[in-house]
């Protein structure tokens, strides 16, 4: 089992429309997650870090399911702009420097 | 500022070059990071130095020896590559507690010819 898994996608969705992300990960030690946005050929860019209860910015919501050692993504009312590649981000434990990387999830949003 | 600056953007070497990525930031974090991402992949961990010293090296080929000349500066010294390293290569920092956000500089674009 890999550390940490994403569905590649691509997940095509309409303008408008609510779409969700999970990633998986392996270390149950892991206290740190984050959720980064790649555009083609550019860096990934920090969307948001994911934190025990639950946080929101604007239409980007992200959770955490510690029993089930997930983190999700839910993006509402998406936006042609959100077309990327989704990247969620484990440390590898407490303190640690270790950041490990999904897969990416690729979404595509149509006019 | 959440800047994290990468020189050169692009790079195209022969094998039997040696060259030299650079990375600088000046958001006081005391950790920072080399990456590397091939296309359609994610990014790699290769090494983490925190507090200047190396911590992490994730089992890199010497053709690739970082470098930390100060708590800003950050250099991957690169020679004898094969096409296979031909890649993205990615610098990131982070405040120095373990756990936190990191910040990806653009990166450089390794050719090896």
């Known amino acids: 089992r890999k550390e940490v898994e994403q569905d590649p996608g691509p997940f095509n969705v309409p303008e408008g429309a609510t779409v969700a992300f999970n990633c998986t990960y392996s270390?149950?030690?892991?206290?740190?997650f984050f959720w980064y946005r790649q555009d083609c050929r550019k860096e990934p860019k920090l969307l948001m870090s994911?934190?025990?209860s639950g946080n929101e910015d604007g239409r980007f919501t992200a959770q955490l399911n510690r029993a089930s050692q997930y983190i999700s993504l839910l993006i509402r009312d998406s936006k042609l702009s959100d077309s990327a590649t989704y990247l969620c981000?484990?440390?590898?434990?407490?303190?640690?420097?270790?950041?490990?990387f999904g897969t990416g999830t690729r979404l595509k949003v149509l006019a | 500022d959440t800047e994290v600056t990468q020189t050169p953007k692009h790079l195209v070497m022969g094998m039997t070059n040696k060259k030299s990525l650079k990375c600088e930031q000046h958001?006081?974090?005391?950790?920072m990071y080399w990456y590397k991402q091939k296309a359609k992949k994610p990014p790699e961990l290769m090494f983490v130095?925190?507090?200047?010293?190396?911590?992490i090296n994730e089992s890199v080929p010497s053709r690739f020896s970082p470098e930390c000349p100060n708590s800003s500066l950050l250099n991957l010294h690169l020679h004898a590559l094969q096409p296979e390293d031909s890649a993205l290569y990615l610098c990131?920092?982070?405040?120095?507690?373990?756990?936190?956000?990191?910040?990806f500089g653009q990166g450089t674009r390794l050719t090896v010819v």
């Open positions: 958001m006081g974090h005391r950790a």
């Open positions: 994911v934190y025990s």
């Open positions: 981000a484990v440390n590898g434990g407490s303190g640690t420097y270790k950041y490990i």
């Open positions: 270390n149950s030690a892991s206290q740190s």
């Open positions: 990131a920092s982070s405040p120095g507690r373990g756990g936190d956000e990191a910040f």
């Open positions: 130095y925190s507090y200047e010293k190396l911590s």
